[in-house]
């Protein structure tokens, strides 16, 4: 027996007197809930809370009436948005803690030399060009379209 069968059959077998009992006992625990929240608090609380809430409220609209902010959010949903920023959070990590090991650098052409020599300081050098062209290139189109 499902459970819509079996509340029609308990419905059916309780009186009227006995649901609106249950009813009026709920109703009775709900505002004793009610109570007590009201009397944990103090009016600071209450003026905090209520303050907080409409803060908030003003945020959310404004950032739901963002269409930068809105596009952003989207573009962060796709999946190899997500990849990127996992990758760049671990890298933000990882470099955080290299530079705190790290003694401070000599300085001089040739610890640039040296820098500059690495491969990943290469592929970030290529990705910093590659993201600054596809923003130009996007900037340009927004003046382009009145934006």
Same mark, same amino acid.
């Given at each position: 027996?499902?459970?819509?069968?079996?509340?029609?059959?308990?419905?059916?077998?309780?009186?009227?007197?006995?649901?609106?009992?249950?009813?009026?006992?709920?109703?009775?625990?709900?505002?004793? %809930?009610?109570? !007590?929240?009201? /009397?944990?608090?103090?009016?600071?609380?209450? +003026?905090?809370?209520? $303050?907080? #809430?409409?803060?908030?409220?003003?945020?959310?609209?404004?950032?739901?009436?963002?269409?930068?902010?809105?596009?952003?959010?989207?573009?962060?949903?796709?999946?190899?948005?997500?990849?990127?920023?996992?990758?760049?959070?671990?890298? %933000?990590?990882? !470099?955080?803690? /290299?530079?705190?090991?790290?003694?401070?650098? +000599?300085?001089?052409? $040739?610890? #640039?030399?040296?820098?500059?020599?690495?491969?990943?300081?290469?592929?970030?050098?290529?990705?910093?060009?590659?993201?600054?062209?596809?923003?130009?290139?996007?900037?340009?189109?927004?003046?382009?379209?009145?934006?």
């Amino acid at each position: 027996m499902d459970y819509s069968e079996e509340a029609k059959m308990t419905t059916q077998t309780e009186t009227p007197a006995a649901i609106a009992n249950d009813d009026l006992q709920r109703l009775v625990e709900f505002a004793q %809930i009610i109570t !007590a929240a009201r /009397d944990a608090m103090s009016d600071d609380m209450v +003026t905090r809370m209520a $303050g907080a #809430m409409s803060e908030g409220v003003n945020l959310l609209d404004r950032l739901t009436r963002n269409e930068g902010l809105m596009r952003l959010l989207l573009a962060l949903d796709r999946q190899e948005s997500q990849c990127l920023l996992i990758a760049l959070s671990e890298a %933000i990590h990882a !470099a955080s803690k /290299d530079i705190a090991a790290a003694a401070p650098a +000599t300085g001089g052409l $040739g610890c #640039m030399l040296r820098v500059v020599r690495d491969p990943g300081t290469q592929e970030g050098v290529r990705f910093l060009a590659v993201l600054g062209q596809h923003l130009s290139h996007s900037l340009r189109e927004q003046r382009r379209r009145g934006g």
